[in-house]
């Protein structure tokens, strides 16, 4: 059985930092690529950072990069990310996600399994 469950998230000030995590079992645990998409109310899921699983390599969005940081522990099945110097933008709903196309790191339609989501809130 495909499982990805997500811990962390909240709410914090802009400025601050936070981390999230998400494990991945069954097939999901050696997906090529996990990663972290995010949705706000009336917007389509974005993509946010994937790690590849081997070699391990970090793709971001534009918006996150320099700020956001996305490891993975491949023994575990488990990616984090970790978020610093968050603004109100960040806010959102986050989603892990495992998918196996790695041409299309960045497109939420090639991720086939996903976690039940966690909110960021960032307040100004």
């Known amino acids: 059985q495909v499982q990805l469950v997500q811990s962390g998230g909240g709410e914090v000030e802009a400025g601050a930092s936070l981390g999230l995590s998400c494990t991945a079992s069954g097939r999901a645990h050696s997906a090529y690529l996990l990663g972290w998409f995010r949705q706000t109310p009336g917007n389509e899921r974005e993509f946010v950072a994937t790690s590849t699983h081997a070699p391990v390599k970090a793709f971001y969005a534009e918006s996150v990069k320099g700020r956001f940081t996305v490891s993975r522990d491949n023994d575990k099945g488990t990616i984090y990310l970790q978020m610093t110097n968050l603004k109100p933008e960040d806010t959102g709903v986050y989603f892990c996600?495992?998918?196996?196309?790695?041409?299309?790191?960045?497109?939420?339609?090639?991720?086939?399994?996903w976690g039940q989501g966690t909110q960021v809130t960032v307040s100004s």
């Open positions: 996600a495992a998918g196996w196309s790695p041409v299309h790191y960045n497109e939420r339609a090639y991720y086939h399994h």
